[in-house]
């Protein structure tokens, strides 16, 4: 079977470590602890490298294209692996959670996220699976904007690191076939 798992991210070095590039941080540590590289692939738009997990194919995929544009990456990727919605996971920031705390989520709408907005216009569909990595939110006297563009302190970078760590168990029970089970792990580990 195959998969894609999407690191949402903006490119470029002055966003590297912004809260907006949690989905990014998160997937090159994936690929670091399955051993796998990223390279350019421009049919895909993205920096890309593949793994093997249980006997699945698993497609990792990083948009060249700034958030709001990363839909045009993962359909092309999609159409061309032949990958449905159901089995493409994006990771994203989430200010909704507060820092580190990490939810999966089946399907839904993109809840004024501008790259998953983008995601669900390009495939035509919101059933694609979500691993929404808590940033917590600046408060509503705070431009939301600079907000997610900042990069993170370092002791919030720690705890942060630590949260993704711990996540990449329910990512292996997600790609092993088990939803559920990755649900619950996810959703019970301690903060």
């Not at 941080?25 to 490298?49: G, H, V």
């Not at 996220?113 to 691993?131: A, Q």
């Amino acid at each position: 079977m195959n998969f894609l798992i999407v690191g949402l991210g903006n490119p470029g070095q002055e966003y590297k470590n912004t809260r907006h590039n949690a989905g990014e941080d998160l997937i090159n540590l994936l690929a670091e602890r399955n051993n796998a590289t990223f390279r350019e692939e421009n049919k895909f738009l993205s920096s890309y490298t593949s793994i093997v997990v249980n006997g699945n194919n698993v497609h990792l995929s990083k948009p060249l294209r700034y958030m709001n544009e990363s839909g045009l990456s993962v359909r092309k990727v999609c159409n061309y692996l032949d990958i449905p919605p159901e089995n493409t996971l994006i990771m994203h920031d989430e200010l909704d959670l507060p820092l580190s705390v990490m939810r999966l989520k089946d399907s839904g709408g993109h809840g004024g996220h501008n790259g998953l907005r983008d995601i669900e216009n390009c495939l035509g569909s919101s059933s694609f699976k979500r691993l929404r990595i808590g940033i917590g939110h600046p408060g509503k006297n705070f431009d939301v904007t600079n907000y997610v563009l900042s990069k993170f302190s370092s002791k919030e970078r720690e705890i942060l690191e630590k949260s993704m760590e711990a996540s990449l168990v329910s990512l292996d029970l997600f790609l092993k076939g088990s939803w559920e089970e990755a649900l619950l792990n996810l959703h019970t580990i301690e903060k």
